[in-house]
């Protein structure tokens, strides 16, 4: 059983650009979560999100960030225009029901220059 | 609202013991230990749903006071494998994504 799967591990942007990161839940799991990390701090929630909906994404900036969950294939974290502040670490988890055992994928470290 | 955690940074001698504690303004659903090494994924450790109870993992065990919002992760015996960073996340319900701590580094010294 995969475990949760991120990609781009490593993404480089230049300012202005889209970025798209994408995250393949575990089997089994319709609930996923993504979190931004910068460095030396916490995770910080952005959205929750199950099979096509949107759940919770009183956490993700309201213009440029968008997330999506479709029927079929991966979770997309999408961020357009991006800026030197969108430099991160941002990592998906996913889970069976909410409020079980979350396990994480490695992240994509988005670096914008 | 993030929770608070206590302390920022601990150092340990191998088999020496540490308490980390997770404290919350907000009426707690459930509380979730994690531990991430640097560079890596954050990994879970356990779950603690209001009720007041205690779980353990190997030497590893948590408790969840959830009249006081606060949960603590006691660590017993150290070894250099414990190293990292621990965060605790918090729900307020049973439908609601955890809210993170700012973590607890904690350092493993031989």
């Known amino acids: 059983n995969a475990g949760v799967m991120q990609n781009p591990r490593h993404l480089v942007r230049r300012r202005g650009q889209e970025a798209r990161l994408r995250c393949s839940p575990m089997k089994g799991h319709s609930h996923v979560y993504w979190y931004r990390q910068l460095p030396e701090e916490g995770l910080k929630f952005m959205v929750y999100?199950?099979?096509?909906?949107?759940?919770?994404e009183s956490g993700m900036p309201k213009e440029r960030f968008s997330a999506e969950f479709p029927k079929e294939g991966p979770s997309i974290l999408r961020i357009q225009q991006v800026v030197r502040g969108d430099s991160a670490a941002y990592f998906c988890?996913?889970?069976?029901?909410?409020?079980?055992?979350?396990?994480f994928g490695q992240g994509t470290r988005l670096t914008v220059v | 609202q993030q929770p608070v955690q206590s302390p920022q940074a601990v150092i340990l001698r191998e088999g020496e013991d540490a308490v980390i504690n997770c404290s919350s303004s907000k009426a707690l659903y459930s509380v979730h230990w994690y531990r991430q090494k640097h560079g890596e994924a954050p990994v879970f450790l356990m779950i603690?749903?209001?009720?007041?109870e205690q779980k353990g993992h190997e030497k590893i065990s948590a408790s969840f006071n959830e009249k006081k919002q606060q949960s603590s992760l006691y660590l017993t015996a150290s070894q250099l494998s414990y190293s990292g960073t621990y965060f605790c996340?918090?729900?307020?319900?049973?439908?609601?994504?955890?809210?993170f701590g700012k973590g607890t580094r904690l350092s493993v010294i031989a």
């Open positions: 996340g918090t729900a307020t319900s049973g439908n609601t994504p955890l809210v």
């Open positions: 999100l199950q099979k096509e909906n949107i759940i919770d």
């Open positions: 988890a996913s889970s069976v029901t909410p409020n079980t055992e979350a396990f």
């Open positions: 603690l749903l209001k009720g007041g």
